[in-house]
């Protein structure tokens, strides 16, 4: 199928940001799985999409690609000095995608401490073990497991997939949500501060974990996810507005406690707006370019 793009969209750009972790390209076609879904998708320069597997609908849902999705908009919002510009006009077209919730969720518990390679492992890893074997276009996929499944599993199970600590984590909170029938796409619809509040009752769910699933998967925009780069983003190019106290005591150590966490998330979302998510994603993929 294809889907001609009246507006500004770079696939590979959003999908090798750091958002997700379930796609992989080979050759000109990148393969993903959502859910049920298995399907392949390209960009032919910049006028059209072309995809398998999935109907146009889901393409334009999952990549952010609507109507109310104004990239215009939202990065003339956020761009509020020369850094973030540069961040932008580099990755033109980079959008944030809407994940599962579930997904989502038990994804960024995987990360915790991880790099994006070994995160794909991992879940990988688990996905070959708990999630259903499908086939498309002559190859072998994993479905993400089920909350059933992953609930049920043995802790030395999970560790088996290079969870290490966090098998506990991942089987606790996938107990919980199957035990009580926890409705997770039902947090879109609380504010940012109770959604978040929700999400860190799960077990392994940190600060920086709950603003990843409100922004990747919850679409609470003004989520500001702060890990070591995001912090050294805002030490070296916002040192003036932030506040000097703070500045000193996070120059003086590399991890950030929850309050320090709250202050920068706090100056972020004032400083960039509503949209201040996609402020911290542009800047993350920058960032990280420069290495």
Known sequence: MRLELDITFDLDCSLCCGQIFRFKKQNEWWYGISEDKIFKIRQINNNYLEFEGVEASFVKTFFGLNKEDDLTKITQSINKDSYISAAIEQFKGLRLIRQNPWECLISFICATYKNIAAIEQTLLKMSQKYGEQQYFDGQTFWLFPSIEKLATAEVQGLEECSLGYRAKYVQATAKRIYDENIDLESFRQLSYVEAKKRLLEFL??????????????????????????VKRILLNHYTNQLPQDLVKRLQNHNSLSNREYEQLGEFSRNYFGSYAGYAQEYLYHYERSKK
């Open 204 to 229: 392994g769910v940190g600060l920086k974990v709950a603003d990843c699933v409100l922004l990747f998967s919850l679409e609470k925009m003004e989520a500001f996810p702060i890990d070591i780069w």
